[in-house]
């Protein structure tokens, strides 16, 4: 059920796209809140190119084709998807609103669209299969100690969770500048300064007050002996990140998990065969929204030479930056099978609850419809680079 309050509702219905959503977020969240989801890293340049990746290429219309009728489904790994969009996993919602992780999930279950849960979530991936079994799938990292990537592996099997994903991307964290001007640490300092936002977003505190402050790490809570959030949340930030991990870790999940594997936060078209030859299905091609490596490419740039790298065999999936229906339909073109979005489903769910998620959900769909006709296309199985200027005019022209 939404816990939008009417507030919110008012906002929403004002909302015509992902910006004004992260608009309202803007003025929901205190601004130690509202940075952490914004930012990226050092001098925020990799956030900053994978919106310019999108700007660089254009959709070149064709007319007089009979687009009264549309299709945006996509099938993948046996189960057919509405759209195809998909929520990028994303650690402590719960702290930008109580229960945020699940209204994510079960929007993203009625708009019948994949929802990563991160195992860093403050909801657990029980309760999540619980509300939406078809449409969650589940997100993990590498551990120090490996028996609890394979209890989390193991957990993921016995919920008969669709698609795993573990993330590759993070040997460090990413220096998050504005996070550390902030003060956004742990644990958290209140300083006049993080109090004065606090009174100046009254509904936030009050929730996050009602809430009990600090959210549980429920994913992580069997694995520590204090119960309390913040002991959860200090084993967490001990066994991960894991800088010593190597590949080994993906042929440790691919061993444990028989269903279908997707690597998140690959680059570079090597890694892509490596991802390849240890048996994963398929990659999430991300810079984790430029919160890591500040000078790493954008995701859509080197889209077309990890498919030539892998050839037709992999899903590919890109994340960063998708912030436009047009945006899918362009990496759709550049030979991705679906994009998944992080910021803007933070914004939506912060600001407004699960009808923002909702709403957000429902603009992308429609985003991608209009593109669709507008480029003479009924159908997913027709984009591809022929549709782009950035193909080379010979190939429109032929
Ligand atoms: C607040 C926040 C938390 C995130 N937590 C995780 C996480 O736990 N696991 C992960 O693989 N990626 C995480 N990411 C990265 C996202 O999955 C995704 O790669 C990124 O947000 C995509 O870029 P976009 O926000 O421009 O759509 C996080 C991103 C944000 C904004």
């Not at 300092?189 to 929730?207: A, E």
């Not at 690597?263 to 030859?277: T, W």
Request: a neutral charge; hydrophobic letters at 45%.
């Amino acid at each position: 059920m939404s816990q939008a309050f009417e507030g919110d509702t008012m906002n929403l219905n004002a909302a015509v796209n992902a910006e004004d959503m992260r608009a309202l977020a803007r003025s929901a969240l205190p601004r130690i809140a509202f940075d952490f989801i914004d930012g990226g890293v050092a001098d925020e340049e990799g956030l900053a190119e994978n919106r310019a990746a999108f700007r660089r290429h254009r959709l070149v219309p064709r007319y007089l084709v009979d687009v009264s009728r549309r299709d945006q489904t996509v099938e993948m790994f046996g189960s057919r998807y509405a759209s195809p969009i998909g929520i990028s996993p994303m650690g402590i919602a719960g702290f930008f609103r109580p229960g945020a992780d699940l209204m994510l999930a079960r929007a993203a279950a009625e708009a019948k669209i994949p929802y990563i849960m991160s195992s860093a979530s403050c909801d657990s991936i029980e309760s999540a299969m619980a509300e939406a079994p078809d449409t969650t799938w589940f997100q993990l990292y590498g551990t120090k100690d490996p028996s609890i990537v394979e209890d989390l592996v193991r957990r993921a099997a016995a919920l008969k969770v669709k698609v795993l994903v573990l993330t590759i991307d993070t040997p460090i964290i990413g220096g998050r500048e504005r996070n550390i001007r902030n003060g956004f640490t742990r644990p958290l300092k209140l300083t006049p300064g993080i109090i004065l936002q606090g009174l100046m977003r009254p509904r936030w505190t009050l929730d996050f007050l009602k809430s009990g402050g600090v959210p549980m790490m429920e994913n992580w809570k069997p694995y520590s002996a204090e119960k309390d959030a913040s002991s959860v949340a200090d084993l967490y930030g001990s066994q991960t990140p894991a800088p010593a991990q190597t590949w080994e870790v993906l042929h440790l999940v691919r061993r444990l998990w028989k269903g279908p594997l997707l690597v998140k936060g690959v680059l570079h078209p090597e890694d892509a065969l490596i991802c390849a030859k240890a048996g994963a299905d398929g990659i999430i091609i991300s810079n984790h929204g430029g919160r890591q490596l500040d000078k790493a490419p954008a995701p859509l740039d080197v889209l077309r030479d990890i498919r030539a790298s892998v050839g037709d065999g992999m899903e590919l999936i890109v994340d960063g930056g998708i912030r436009r229906g047009s945006d899918v339909v362009v990496a759709l073109c550049l030979g991705a099978r679906m994009c998944t979005f992080g910021r803007p489903a933070m914004f939506s769910v912060a600001a407004a609850g699960q009808a923002g998620a909702a709403k957000l959900l429902r603009l992308m769909r429609d985003e991608i419809d209009m593109t669709l006709a507008q480029i003479g296309c009924t159908s997913l199985d027709d984009l591809g680079p022929h549709r782009l200027t950035s193909s080379s005019h010979a190939a429109l022209h032929a």
